[in-house]
C-alpha cells in the first residue's frame, strides 16, 4: 500500500527557473500529492516569490503549504501575511522560527516557533493546518536532545497539527524520536522528510549546514564515487529507496520528499517503490 505523499519546492530566482518548476510539478503531481510546500527564506527574503509559487499550486489544483518564518517578524505583519494566505486560499501552513539573514541580530516580536504556533491559532482558530519541524537528529542549535524534544513539545502543545522531520538517513533516529515524542504524549502524525541523492557535493554542503547526518558509510561510498555521477545517482536511489521501506514498514505514516525543484531523483525512489508507472 503506497503511503501519502508530499513534495517541497524552494522559490525560483529567475523566470528560467519559473518556467522549469512548472514542469517539475506537472511531473510530480502526477504522483497525487496530498499538498506541495514552498519554502521561505531567511528573513522572509524570499515571500513574493514564496506566496507567488504557493498561488500557482492552487491554479493547478493541489492544495499548497507556505513555509513560514517569523524570526525579525512583528505581530502586525504576521497578521498581514495571514489574511493575504488566507485570501489566497492557503489552508495548511509549515510554521518555523526561521533563520536571521546574514548581518542581522535578534530581532521582531517572536524569539521561538512554538511563539508563532501559538499566535496563528488565537488570530484564525483552526482555519489552518499548522506544520511544525521535527528533528530526530537533534536541532544543531539545540542544548541537548531533551532539550531539543521540550522545544518540539512546546510546538505541538501551542497548536500544531503534525510535524514534517529534517531528512535523515538513519531510520533508527526517527523511530527513537517518534518513540520519545510519543512517551510524552505527543500523538500527532510525525512524517519522515526524504531527500533523494542527487549530488554527492550537494548533500554533503546542505547536511554540514542544518545538522543533518551522513552515516560514515554512506559518505565514504560516495567520496568513492568521485565525479561519477551516473554512480552516484544509482547508489542513491539504492540508499533512499531502503530508507523509505523501512519507513513505511515501521509505521510512518506518509512521507515528505525535498525535491530541489528536480523531479528525476523522487520519480526514481517512487518506481522503485512500485508506486509510480
Known amino acids: 500500500m503506497r503511503l501519502p505523499l508530499s513534495f517541497e519546492f524552494f ?11 512548472r514542469a517539475v510539478r506537472a511531473q510530480l503531481y502526477a504522483m497525487k500529492p496530498e499538498f506541495c510546500s514552498v519554502t521561505y527564506g531567511a ?47 492557503v489552508k495548511r501552513l509549515v510554521a518555523l522560527r526561521g533563520d536571521l539573514p546574514s548581518g542581522y541580530g535578534i530581532g521582531g516580536e517572536f524569539q521561538y516557533a512554538s511563539d508563532l504556533v501559538a499566535f496563528i491559532r488565537a488570530e484564525t482558530g483552526s482555519d489552518f493546518h499548522i506544520e511544525v519541524a521535527a528533528y530526530p537528529e537533534v536541532h544543531p542549535q539545540a542544548r541537548s536532545a531533551d532539550a531539543d524534544l521540550q522545544a518540539f513539545a512546546a510546538k505541538v502543545r501551542s497548536g500544531a497539527d503534525s510535524a514534517i522531520t529534517q531528512y535523515f538517513f538513519s531510520p533508527e533516529a526517527y523511530f527513537r524520536f517518534v518513540d520519545d515524542a510519543r512517551a510524552k504524549g505527543l500523538d500527532l502524525p510525525i512524517v519522515p522528510g526524504i531527500m ?37 545517482k544509482a547508489f542513491g536511489l539504492d540508499v533512499v529507496a531502503g530508507l523509505c521501506e523501512r519507513l513505511q514498514a515501521g509505521g510512518a505514516p506518509a512521507l515528505h520528499f525535498y525535491t530541489m525543484n528536480q523531479s528525476q531523483a523522487t520519480l526514481g525512489v517512487l518506481q522503485r517503490l512500485g508506486w509510480a508507472a
Open 11 to 21: 522559490p525560483p530566482k529567475t523566470p528560467e527557473g519559473v518556467v522549469k518548476l
Open 43 to 89: 528573513g522572509g527574503s524570499t515571500q513574493a516569490g514564496t506566496f507567488g509559487a504557493v498561488k500557482e499550486i492552487l491554479a493547478e489544483g493541489v492544495d499548497a503549504a507556505s513555509h513560514f518564518s517569523c524570526i525579525g517578524a512583528t505581530r502586525d505583519t504576521v497578521r498581514a501575511q495571514l489574511a493575504e494566505l488566507k485570501a489566497l486560499g
Open 196 to 232: 533523494p541523492i542527487i549530488s554527492s557535493t550537494q548533500l554533503m554542503r546542505f547536511s554540514d549546514a542544518c545538522g543533518a547526518e551522513i552515516p560514515r558509510w554512506i559518505r565514504l561510498r560516495l567520496q568513492g564515487f568521485g565525479d561519477d555521477a551516473a554512480s552516484i
